[in-house]
């Protein structure tokens, strides 16, 4: 494998610290899987019941992030993730068929300002590729195919799940390659899952940067477990029964499992179930019954999940490339509570079939984001708080392997350690444009055990709500609520507000916010305050 004269010179300019270096030929591969409205404790590695076998096995093999934090929404999670950005200076403070002309931060698609890990890395003579929900504003020009990506196969917006199946306005079409076709083209079989069809052709991709002989980075953005949630029938029928226990004692259990785990600290206590949530025990045996069913769904597409992660897995272990690739897993945002207590179901045909249309609501989410409080949209732990799992054979070492680690990290730092393995450039312009510098650290020294170096505060703001994190305290809003203050390291749960007894560090943090805010294109939230949870809020 062979570098451009610029990246070798970067290297050889960054490159004296011998453990911070990589040869050219060593270069590795990059595998970033983002799946998509996924819960802190959903998979087995973060507390989940869900039989995750898969995925135990990436994270006893590798590094568990447990502070790993995303964008609390789609779309600026997917803006944030490929660009090493914060949403807004992406041009995606919000989600891409939002465009406020007079906005400086929400233009409904990736601005010029702002370079693709696709780009950077096509630049430093890497093979790019992805599959899935692109959902970056596809419909006003940015497309996959525009930003740095050879190879792709995606929707636009959407989640599509079946070739067959009751559609959602722009999820009723794939793009191979650019090229626009329908869902049930004999070029993509018959009878998929598009859980599996993502993974799938994503192995094809590999196939082509191993035939062109060069280093690979995929991008799989499953759109699995957003809703509409739908699974394959047998893989539901397994788990119809084992939800009847309830959330409060699911809650229970996914809590004790984290604390023996590690991945929590006895100081923080499970945060209450909120008052709109309601007990397991007064729910009516018939809406007991309908919302176990939800939750089998919802439970077979995590299944499904783990099962497209050993596809890759062992694919890239059969391609002789496994050892040499970094596989980074993670969620988008945390569990959603659209739909309200009641969550949705709707819809021809059986709960989760290709014709109902079912949400998880609330009551559901609470328990996907356990131990946490609130849930995607919010700026709480439970909707900024993701599984990440780093798995990297040649490069993580022997007695890191099954290692939790506990320094935070951000969406931002993935651009940071794409750049910093591949021994890129990251530019200062592209295509004639000023790009946005930076925002991340790398993450390759938290993988080793290792300080990130982590010399700013990280920042949040979606739909008006707001927070900090610098070192272990968070200053965190709800839209139109007052500021309150948190000890991360003793209450990551959030439940003593600290600002009274320490207005004066509230004070900094809120000013050190406000400058982020100017600096990174963050508008005024115009509202409205996301308290609508939806569809088909009925009584329960």
Not at 110 to 121: D, F, G, Q, S
Not at 435 to 453: A, D, N, T, W, Y
């Amino acid at each position: 494998m062979t570098r451009s004269p610029t990246a070798l010179l970067a290297f050889l300019i960054a490159g004296f610290g011998p453990a911070l270096t990589v040869l050219a030929a060593d270069r590795p591969n990059i595998v970033v899987v983002l799946v998509d409205d996924l819960g802190f404790s959903d998979i087995g590695p973060y507390g989940g019941e869900v039989p995750t076998p898969n995925l135990d096995r990436l994270a006893a093999r590798g590094v568990r992030f447990t502070q790993a934090y995303n964008a609390a929404r789609c779309s600026p999670t997917r803006a944030s993730l490929l660009t090493g950005l914060y949403p807004h200076q992406a041009g995606m403070g919000w989600l891409d068929n939002r465009v406020e002309p007079k906005s400086k931060g929400i233009h409904g698609r990736l601005l010029p300002r702002a370079v693709t890990i696709a780009e950077v890395l096509h630049d430093a003579g890497y093979f790019t590729a992805m599959t899935g929900k692109w959902h970056l504003g596809q419909q006003h020009g940015c497309t996959p195919w525009h930003r740095g990506f050879d190879r792709s196969l995606n929707s636009r917006y959407g989640e599509v799940y079946f070739p067959k199946e009751a559609d959602r306005p722009g999820t009723e079409k794939l793009y191979l390659n650019g090229k626009e076709l329908p869902k049930d083209s004999p070029v993509f079989g018959t009878d998929w899952y598009s859980t599996d069809l993502f993974t799938e052709w994503g192995l094809k991709f590999v196939d082509e940067a191993q035939a062109d002989n060069k280093p690979f980075f995929l991008y799989i953005a499953q759109g699995a477990v957003h809703f509409p949630l739908r699974a394959p029938a047998e893989t539901i029928a397994k788990y119809k029964g084992r939800y009847l226990k309830g959330w409060d004692t699911l809650r229970d259990q996914r809590y004790a499992k984290q604390l023996s785990l590690g991945l929590i600290d006895s100081k923080w206590p499970l945060a209450p179930r909120p008052a709109d949530v309601p007990t397991w025990e007064s729910r009516a045996a018939d809406r007991q019954q309908r919302f176990d069913e939800i939750m089998a769904v919802y439970a077979a597409m995590i299944e499904r999940i783990d099962v497209a992660m050993g596809s890759l897995v062992d694919g890239l272990e059969k391609r002789g490339v496994l050892d040499n690739t970094l596989i980074l897993f993670l969620s988008d945002n945390g569990g959603n509570a659209e739909g309200g207590p009641p969550g949705v179901t709707r819809g021809e045909g059986p709960i989760g079939g290709p014709q109902s249309y079912v949400l998880l609501g609330m009551d559901w989410a609470t328990l996907a984001n356990t131990p946490f409080r609130r849930y995607k949209h919010f700026t709480h732990e439970g909707g900024i708080s993701t599984p990440l799992i780093a798995h990297w054979p040649s490069g993580i070492p022997a007695e890191r392997r099954g290692a939790l680690e506990k320094q935070p990290v951000h969406l931002i730092d993935v651009m940071a350690t794409a750049v910093d393995l591949a021994g890129a450039t990251y530019p200062r312009e592209f295509d004639g444009h000023a790009i946005e510098p930076m925002q991340g650290v790398s993450l390759r020294p938290g993988m080793l055990g290792k300080p990130i170096g982590r010399a700013e505060p990280i920042c949040w703001e979606h739909e008006g709500n707001k927070a900090i994190r610098d070192g272990k305290w968070k200053l965190v809003l709800r839209h139109k609520q007052p500021w309150q203050l948190f000890d991360m390291d003793a209450d990551r749960t959030e439940l003593h507000d600290l600002v009274e007894k320490q207005p004066e560090l509230a004070a900094k943090l809120e000013d050190a916010w406000n400058g982020w805010a100017r600096r990174t294109f963050v508008d005024e939230w115009p509202g409205p305050d996301h308290t609508d949870w939806g569809e088909d809020i009925k009584p329960r």
